[in-house]
C-alpha cells in the first residue's frame, strides 16, 4: 500500500504544511516501510523529532513506540518515577 501511496502522490507533488516534515520525509517512510507499517508516519515524525531534539522519553499509551529505539515509553505512573530526573 506504501508503494502504490507513493507512486500516486511523488514527494515532490506534495503541499508541505512543515519544512520539518519534508525534511524528514525520507527518512519518516523507511522507517515505515522498515516496520512493515506497524509504524504510521505521525508516529515515526514524532519519533524522529523527539530523537532530533534529545528527547529519550515519550508519555502515550501508544504501544507501537516500544519499537522506537532511542525513545523509552512511559504509560503508567511507576514508569514516570523511575524513568525522570528532576528538572532543575
Known sequence: MLTQLMSQAPEDSIIWISAETR?????????????????????????????????????TFDSDFDSIAWLKRLSSPNDITSSLTPFR
Open 23 to 59: 525534511r524528514f520525509y525520507s527518512e519518516i517512510i523507511g522507517l515505515v516501510r522498515d516496520s512493515m507499517g506497524a509504524l504510521n508516519f505521525n508516529d515515526t515524525l514524532v519519533a524522529l523529532g523527539c530523537r532530533e531534539l534529545g528527547v529519550e522519553c515519550i508519555a
